[in-house]
Nanobody
Framework: QVHLVESGGGLVQAGGSLRLSCAAS????????MGWYRQAPGKQRELVAR???????NYADSVKGRFTISRDNAKNTVYLQMNSLKPEDTAVYYC????????WGQGTQVTVSS
């Protein structure tokens, strides 16, 4: 079973950038799709970006044009570059497969101040 560990979150001012990383304990090369999800306080977890094995990406409308998902199969890592951050991007960010596994990592907190 592959375990996923997220990192890279932090506190940033509106308009700033962060790069999140998701390190997998095993190979992700054969996993067809992976995604970044987020959960804001009092809200349901939502998928914000996904990437297929072949590198095809899709984004939620709320982050399109600002976030970029990428993967490095050789390093078993998935990234999320977040630019032009807004206070409404504040959430705990998780990576998981698509569809997601039942178990979730601890996530990484992203806080955007206005």
């Amino acid at each position: 079973q592959v375990h996923l560990v997220e990192s890279g979150g932090g506190l940033v001012q509106a308009g700033g950038s962060l790069r999140l990383s998701c390190a997998a304990s095993g190979s992700i090369a054969r996993i067809s799709a992976m995604g970044w999800y987020r959960q804001a306080p009092g809200k349901q977890r939502e998928l914000v970006a996904r990437i297929t094995e072949g590198g095809i990406t899709n984004y939620a409308d709320s982050v399109k044009g600002r976030f970029t998902i990428s993967r490095d199969n050789a390093k078993n890592t998935v990234y999320l570059q977040m630019n032009s951050l807004k206070p409404e991007d504040t959430a705990v960010y998780y990576c998981n497969f698509i569809p997601p596994l039942p178990s979730w990592g601890q996530g990484t907190q992203v806080t955007v101040s206005s």
